[in-house]
């Protein structure tokens, strides 16, 4: 665990995250594989955004697990074993995994999943939440592919201690980003405050007015109504 803090000395949350699974299935022999997915609240899905141990990593990153199916439907995320753990806020131990039921992948996901484990499908499975108090941001998801039952309450606690100590980096992390953001926008708002002050000539202020804006508020596009 010593280790493992140091390496999450970085604020940048992408490489927490490689970190943690890197490291969980580092230190638990009966991990074989695992991927760790955040919530995405614009699509309404966990996003995996690390994986490792898998034949072809990437391809279990195309993979998300959202609260509707395709034809929109509300999904069942007591059922759902990503869904259900961040949903839940506890670890869950599936001894036997029913894929079918607790995974439930479309046809398009299920290739990818398929390609990513070179066509082996989970026989137990651990799945533990990145928690801060109440708030869980994202799943940890571990997998074997050999024997069931192959996760113990020692495993779980030994994982659940490292997720803790990665989502205490992700919050000191976002932390530090919002006050870098906010510490460029007022510098960005003194540079555009003086240059406002400098120029007396309204049309020029009238032209320029949306461009100094976006140096203080990124936006795609804007519009000014004057009367």
Known sequence: LLEFSLKLGTLK???????????????LPT?????????????AC????????????????????????????VMDARRILPL???????PVRAAEVD??????????QLLSYRKATNGRLPLSAMVLPLRMGDAVSGVLMLENF?????????????????????????DNARLFNASERRAN??????????????????EELVVSLLDLLKLVIPFE???LWLR
């Open 31 to 43: 991990a074989q594989a695992g991927w760790v997915a955040m919530w995405d609240d614009k699509q």
């Open 99 to 108: 894929f079918t039921t607790q995974y439930h992948l479309t046809t398009e």
């Open 146 to 170: 050999d024997t069931t039952n192959a996760f113990t309450s020692e495993d779980e606690a030994l994982a659940y201690s490292f997720t803790q100590q990665a989502s205490l980096a992700l």
């Open 46 to 73: 966990l996003m995996p955004k690390s994986a490792m141990g898998y034949a072809d990593s990437a391809s279990m990153l195309n993979i998300t697990y959202g609260l509707l199916s395709p034809t929109g439907d």
């Open 221 to 223: 596009t804007a519009t």
């Open 13 to 27: 949350a992408e490489n927490i995250l490689a970190v943690l699974v890197e490291s969980v299935v580092g230190v």
């Open 84 to 90: 259900r753990v961040y949903r839940l806020g506890e």
């Open 185 to 202: 926008q007022l510098q960005s708002l003194t540079r555009v405050s003086s240059i406002l002050t400098s120029s007396l000539k309204t």
